[in-house]
Antibody
Framework: QVQLQESGPGLVKPSETLSLTCTVS????????WSWIRQPPGKGLEWIGY???????NYNPSLKSRVTISADTTKNQISLKLTSVAAADTAVYYC???????????????WGQGTLVTVSS | DIQMTQSPSSLSASVGDRVTITCRAS??????LNWYQHKPGVAPKLLVY???SLQSGVPSRFSGSGSGTDFTLTISSLQPEDFATYYC??????????FGQGTKLEIK
């Protein structure tokens, strides 16, 4: 079955760029929407944005000015870049697939296990 | 943003109990409502999509209902492995997708 694994630095300095990769195994990233979601310590889930396999994207308006999500079909990976990070960006970051083919009205399954990113000097 | 409000925020229950978690949207989201189970250190798991469709492989003791603004997730007979945090999510509006604040289900 499809499995997702997030990877990237666990520590990022304030004002720098957070970069994470989601490697997909057991299936192709083509033909699906792929989202990034985060969860700050002790808080709830926040959707960051998605990318469709054709490269089209949609971002949370609260993060839109700082976020870029991209896809590499040759490596079967989805990437997240978040610029100008601050302590408030400290969170567990998850990637997830929308298997529904319902456009913007789908659901997330499966999710990766998540990776903790701490923003600190 | 569409606000999703879950109640209760936490709940203590015993194995075998019937449990209901409520999710209310700040505006109608028709049936674009999903439920997830999350345990610490584990990937969140989809339980119910489109308000009432049970995800493949999810035990039948889980069920979802509702439409418009009010939704429920029911566990008919709690099992030890069900103690976790549960989140609802709306995908009616992508600007942005939003989640409830979570309901932590604990053992009494």
């Amino acid at each position: 079955q499809v499995q997702l694994q997030e990877s990237g630095p666990g520590l990022v300095k304030p004002s720098e760029t957070l970069s994470l990769t989601c490697t997909v195994s057991g299936g192709s990233i083509r033909s699906y929407y792929w989202s990034w979601i985060r969860q700050p310590p002790g808080k709830g889930l926040e959707w960051i944005g998605y990318i469709f396999h054709d490269g089209s994207t949609n971002y949370n308006p609260s993060l839109k000015s700082r976020v870029t999500i991209s896809a590499d079909t040759t490596k079967n990976q989805i990437s997240l870049k978040l610029t100008s990070v601050a302590a408030a960006d400290t969170a567990v970051y998850y990637c997830a697939r929308d298997p529904s083919n319902h456009g913007d009205h789908g659901w997330f399954d499966p999710w990766g296990q998540g990776t903790l990113v701490t923003v600190s000097s | 943003d569409i606000q999703m409000t879950q109640s209760p925020s936490s709940l203590s229950a015993s194995v075998g109990d019937r449990v209901t978690i409520t999710c209310r949207a700040s505006q109608s989201i028709t049936s674009y409502l999903n439920w997830y189970q999350h345990k610490p250190g584990v990937a969140p798991k989809l339980l119910v999509y489109a308000a009432s469709s049970l995800q493949s492989g999810v035990p039948s003791r889980f069920s979802g209902s509702g439409s418009g603004t009010d939704f429920t997730l029911t566990i008919s007979s709690l099992q030890p492995e069900d103690f976790a945090t549960y989140y609802c999510q709306q995908t009616f509006s992508v600007l942005p997708y939003t989640f409830g604040q979570g309901t932590k289900l604990e053992i009494k």
